[in-house]
């Protein structure tokens, strides 16, 4: 079978290239139509994929607290084809094609003088008395922007923007498919330099060079490379019993035979990919290793039989636990499936603690880009865990990748 | 050299935390904040002084960690205890949740959430200013993030010991980027021996991802796609970044690729050696934008100085802020990145990141090549 779940892998609907243009007005569109259904007149987004998302303006993501004082903000008017960025690396803009005279300087929204100035800058762009929509606020802006309650209480723009991201036009999977390519021509360096004696660290400093080689703007996740426990046991204590995964890369040294969980994700002009395998160092898997992986197919066979559009999130779930004897085969503190593209992970989430009643009342539609990733774990011998993405069609699913899962199922 | 990890992961020293916890405290007590929630990165590892998992991007406001004022008490977000300090017990430990009522659970759990009068958070999301009084019915919500700002501006000797630290990783990853930079090779494969210099040497996370770029001779401030050769003449620059022990370093050099561009290269250390020269202690920040003004070179977009610690910090001096460089001051135990930047039509760039903390003598440059 490996080589055989995700042979077919090039939908013949997606495009080779992404057209930004017809991206970016697909898009706003989207965003305006939503907007509309929630009477709102505009959009201040701070998150950095919002502004990304909004605009199509990519930069390299920097750690997170760099991250809020060189902080893009976009601004989208209900009346307005095009969306505004202020900007602190104004080449953020190139290939997007916004006007000039929507790009403006940057703004520090954390700091008083940056939130007073933003709001004399607003105020030239908003309708008197519009309503305003903000996916989240600093207290210098609580303290200077009175259209932060311009309709009494504060709306939640963040929203609009997570329900239009949820449907990839054929551009953005063309996109993400990129990303992954990438992605994956790196994982394949990394996984040729696996032995024994190689640290953690290591897998780390291949996998960068080779991402950073291959076209990656940036590395989002500290990658995961996690020795597994042979039994949960011996893995730290956790909040609700389960595994504890993921755990932070080290110096460790690599042993023979080591179990490795590995989990990455990089960002390719604003699309973000996913990457996860189980490997093992230097060695080939054993019969009862070989096993876990068996078990692993039917269950992603068996979630795959029921994913398409219109299924319930409670389908793949099920169909899953069908395998299992209804115990739960994947990280209870994560999901069965999460969403891809924008974010490393974004609706839909399948299977998460928002419970069987969301899981039932909540359906896949064609378009949607989901990250499945069931488990097995098999207590005195780790376990079996790998990521597949797929994109949800209206009669099934089509696979976004073909990485293969050596050293598993090779020997059949 | 080594990073922080080893083999294991480790919570930060126990000296540091309990030092930064006390100033967390106190900031609090200032305010009189009752209960502390914070969702910056930043600011949790200050308080708490556990490693957890990086990503980049900025992140939009969860309860990551909460710090009650009577008790010392913290709450932290981690569905595991590798790196969490004793001081910390595991019942106050709470999972990765995607359900904001199981949130709102888990802080109607923190004593004294029943009765705290004031609650202060660091940024905050619609959905949390809904969620937050379900958990705290008596609280009026109130701006915690200055607190910690406060806290975490002016640094402690261990703390300038920790961004010495990163910046000489740094200086070690900028070295391995030189040795790669040579006609014909693309912009990300220098970022890419930044990188793989940073992680063999113990570091996985980068403060900044766009390491090197060739800077256009056409417009001031460009950087292009990556893949672009570097030809013999090229102003190329090289600015990095690590965040080591959740502390940042960073250092930025400009490099004329098979030499050239003398004159102007000995008017970027003049501008390097007049922005250190304006480091005054507790003179006005605004000293610094000044210094471009003499030279009759326009400040960069990005901020001339802005902090390094943890995350975001204080100072930011920036031109688009001159009523915050004019009202700011130089304080001894701020540590910062100066930024010089000149631009010439047909030439390029020259940015020079200088890491610096302020004495009571002066300016003190953290990186190990004093020149």
């Known amino acids: 079978m490996p080589a055989g779940l995700m042979e077919r892998v090039a939908p013949a609907s997606v495009p080779s290239t992404v057209d930004v243009g017809a991206m970016r007005a697909d898009r706003i569109a989207k965003v305006r139509a939503n907007m509309a259904d929630q009477g709102l007149d505009a959009l201040v987004l701070l998150g950095n994929t919002n502004v990304v998302y909004a605009t199509g303006a990519t930069w390299p993501l920097g750690d997170p607290g760099r991250a809020n004082f060189e902080q893009p903000v976009a601004v989208v008017l209900a009346d307005d084809e095009w969306p505004h960025l202020f900007t602190p690396v104004p080449d953020s803009i190139d290939g997007c094609g916004l006007p000039a005279d929507h790009v403006h300087p940057a703004v520090y929204l954390d700091l008083d003088e940056g939130a007073r100035s933003f709001n004399r800058r ?47 036009t054929p551009d953005e999977i063309a996109g993400i498919r990129e990303a992954l390519r990438i992605t994956e021509q790196a994982i394949a360096v990394v996984e040729k330099s696996l032995a024994s004696g190689v640290r953690q660290i290591d897998l780390t400093a291949t996998f960068l060079r080779a991402v950073f080689e291959a076209g990656a703007d940036a590395n989002t996740l500290d990658p995961i490379w996690q020795v597994m426990p042979p039994t949960m046991e011996d893995g730290p204590w956790t909040t609700h019993g389960d595994l504890a995964c993921p755990l932070l890369t080290t110096e460790r040294e690599l042993q023979r035979g080591d179990v490795l969980w590995v989990d990455t994700s990089i960002t390719h002009r604003g699309f973000h990919s996913d990457f996860g395998r189980t490997w093992i160092v230097g060695d080939e ?24 559009s219109g299924a319930a999130y409670a389908d793949l779930t099920a169909a899953a636990r069908s395998v299992t004897h209804g115990h739960t085969p994947w990280m209870s503190h994560f999901y069965l499936g999460h969403g891809l593209g924008i974010d490393a992970a974004e609706m839909p989430f399948v299977g998460s603690d928002l419970g069987q009643a969301f899981d039932d009342s909540h359906r896949l539609e064609a378009g949607m880009v989901l990250v499945l990733e069931p488990l097995v774990w098999d207590d005195g011998a780790a376990g079996y865990r790998a990521e597949e993405v797929v994109l949800i069609t209206d009669d099934g699913w089509e696979p976004m990748t073909d990485y293969h899962y050596d050293p598993f199922g090779r020997t059949r | 050299m080594t990073g922080t990890m080893v083999a294991d992961v480790a919570p930060d020293a126990p000296a540091l935390r309990a030092e930064r916890r006390e100033r967390a405290l106190a900031a609090m007590e200032r305010d009189g904040i009752d209960v502390l929630i914070l969702g910056r990165e930043a600011n949790a590892r200050y308080v708490a002084g556990v490693p957890r998992l990086w990503t980049a991007g900025s992140r939009p406001f969860t309860p990551g960690c909460v710090l009650v004022a009577s ?89 300038v010991e920790e961004i010495r630290a990163s910046v000489v990783l740094v200086e070690r990853c900028l070295a391995a980027a030189v040795s790669e930079l040579a006609v014909g090779v693309a912009e990300r494969n220098v970022t890419a021996a930044f990188m793989q210099e940073m992680a063999r040497s113990g570091v996985t996370t980068p403060s900044s991802q766009d390491v090197a770029w060739i800077t256009s001779r056409e417009r001031p401030w460009q950087r292009g796609d990556g893949a672009t050769p570097v030809s013999e003449g090229d102003l190329v620059v090289l ?133």
């Open chain 1, 122 to 168: 607003l105020a030239e762009l908003l309708p008197p008395g519009g309503s305003v929509g903000v996916d989240e606020w600093t207290f210098a802006m609580a303290r200077e922007c009175a259209w932060l309650r311009s309709s009494g209480r504060i709306r939640d723009g963040g929203k609009v923007i997570s329900k239009s991201k949820v449907i990839k």
């Open chain 1, 285 to 308: 898997p054993t019969a009862r290793q070989e096993a876990q992986f068996d078990r692993w197919q039917e269950i992603m066979t068996a979630v795959l039989a029921v994913t398409r």
């Open chain 2, 71 to 159: 008790t010392g008490d913290i709450h932290l977000l981690t569905t595991w205890d590798e790196g969490v300090p004793s001081d910390i017990p595991h019942d106050h430990l709470y999972g990765i949740t995607f359900n904001p009522m199981n949130m709102v659970e888990v802080l109607r759990g923190v004593s004294g959430a029943a009765t705290a009068a004031r609650v202060g958070t660091d940024s905050l999301t619609p959905m949390f200013a809904q969620l937050l009084p379900m958990a705290f019915p008596a609280a009026e919500f109130v701006d915690g993030e200055s607190a910690m700002r406060r806290a975490r501006r002016c640094k402690t000797d261990a703390e």
């Open chain 2, 239 to 371: 600015s990095g970044g690590v965040i080591r022990g959740g502390y940042s370093g960073e250092v930025a050099r400009t490099v004329a690729v098979g030499g050239g561009s003398a004159d102007f290269l000995a008017r970027s250390a003049e501008l390097r050696a007049a922005l250190l020269a304006a480091c005054v202690p507790g003179a006005a920040s605004s000293g610094l934008l000044d210094v471009y003004e003499r030279f009759g070179a326009p400040p960069p977009p990005v901020p001339v100085a802005r902090g390094l610690g943890l995350g975001f910090d204080l100072p930011i001096i920036a031109a688009d802020l001159p009523e915050t460089a004019a009202n700011d001051r130089l304080d001894p135990g701020t540590v910062f990145a100066l930024t010089g930047y000149l631009w010439e039509h047909g030439v390029g760039a020259a940015m020079t990141v200088d890491p610096v903390v302020m004495t009571d003598r002066g300016p003190e440059l953290l990186t190990e090549e004093r020149a």
